[in-house]
């Protein structure tokens, strides 16, 4: 139930090309999703997020698509760069009581973008 | 890193031995988290903390606990390490008031050999 499964677990695009992530979750608990990326040697940063009544948020780029019938959401980059190459981590938000929240964290996907 | 430092950076430490990790904040942020990063496990949570003295178990909480003394301090305790426990654990931390966002320090890479 707290699970979210994040597909794949590795991503080889060419530069300019688009870079798919997948995520699906059970959970219906869960009201809010972020994307975060990670750079080597770094902690996650806060890349994208989108609420469940939202089918789709663009942020220059980045795209989150959301199907909440399906619980399923994904990350799209458009003229994928190398700059983008990096481990991308969906996550899915629910409350935990006394007004905080839990993240839970898909397993990552790596992606390397080539010239 | 959003005025989150942790300490230590590095850390290489022998089995049995008590080991703590300390996750400093600049933010005056209310709710603050521990995380272990493992391949192919992404971020789990161990516990986290909603108000000074008021803490919770996360995910993968058994081996750890924590406290919280003063607002900008979170610390992470491996009562006895073991090598299960190598791993890198990442502090983060959030605001009050609904906002969703953690922002995450730059991680400490625990050795227990």
């Known amino acids: 139930q707290q699970q979210v499964k994040q597909s794949p677990q590795s991503l080889i695009v060419q530069k300019g090309g688009i870079s798919i992530i997948n995520c699906a979750y059970e959970n219906t608990a869960f009201d809010y999703f972020p994307w975060y990326q990670q750079f080597p040697g770094k902690g996650p940063a806060l890349l994208i997020a989108i609420r469940p009544d939202v089918s789709e948020k663009k942020e220059g780029r980045f795209t989150i698509s959301f199907n909440k019938s399906a619980k399923q959401f994904s990350l799209h980059i458009m003229d994928s760069q190398p700059g983008d190459s990096a481990t991308y981590f969906c996550?899915?938000?629910?409350?935990?009581?006394?007004?905080?929240?839990?993240?839970?964290f898909g397993k990552g996907t790596k992606l390397s973008v080539i010239p | 890193d959003a005025g989150i430092t942790q300490s230590p950076r590095h850390k290489v430490t022998e089995t049995g031995t008590p080991v703590t990790l300390r996750c400093h904040q600049t933010?005056?942020?209310?709710?603050m988290y521990w995380y272990r990063q493992d391949p192919g496990h992404g971020l789990r949570l161990i516990h986290y903390s909603y108000g000074v003295k008021d803490t919770d178990k996360g995910e993968v909480s058994d081996g750890y606990s924590v406290s919280r003394s003063k607002t900008e301090d979170f610390l992470l305790t491996l009562e006895s390490a073991t090598s299960s426990q190598t791993s890198v654990y990442f502090c983060?931390?959030?605001?009050?008031?609904?906002?969703?966002?953690?922002?995450f320090g730059p991680g400490t890479r625990l050795l227990v050999l």
């Open positions: 996550a899915a938000k629910r409350n935990s009581g006394a007004g905080s929240y839990q993240l839970t």
């Open positions: 983060a931390i959030s605001e009050s008031g609904g906002r969703e966002t953690q922002y």
């Open positions: 933010e005056n942020h209310r709710y």
